[in-house]
């Protein structure tokens, strides 16, 4: 059973950095992507940024040079380096794992930038 465990949200206020971690667990040879979506109040749930395991990187537009989303291939893990927050980046967290055509979810983590 995999298991996607995130840790890293918070409240933080405008212009200020937080980092996610999400570790992977569960007998798992190998993860074709792991990534970060959000998903605000009434929004839907939407692409942060992804990485796959050979380098290739995705982010969302109003991510561009502020985030940064980095892999540990060896241990499974997948982190989001956040900075320059804004009010608008606040939304629950949800990192996402791609194997073998299977589709997994960690809990959410919430992120607020809030003065």
């Known amino acids: 059973q995999v298991q996607l465990v995130e840790s890293g949200g918070g409240l933080v206020q405008p212009g200020g950095s937080l980092r996610l971690s999400c570790a992977a667990s569960?007998?798992?040879?190998?993860?074709?992507?792991m990534g970060w979506y959000r998903q605000a109040p009434g929004k839907q749930r939407d692409l942060v940024a992804a990485k796959t395991s050979s380098g290739i990187t995705t982010y969302i537009d109003s991510a561009k040079g502020r985030f940064t989303i980095s892999r540990d291939n060896a241990k499974n893990t997948v982190f989001l380096q956040m900075n320059s927050l804004k009010p608008e980046d606040t939304a629950v967290y949800y990192c996402?794992?791609?194997?073998?055509?299977?589709?997994?979810w960690g809990q959410g983590t919430q992120v607020t930038v809030s003065s």
């Open positions: 996402h794992a791609h194997i073998w055509g299977s589709h997994y």
């Open positions: 569960g007998g798992i040879f190998s993860i074709n992507s």
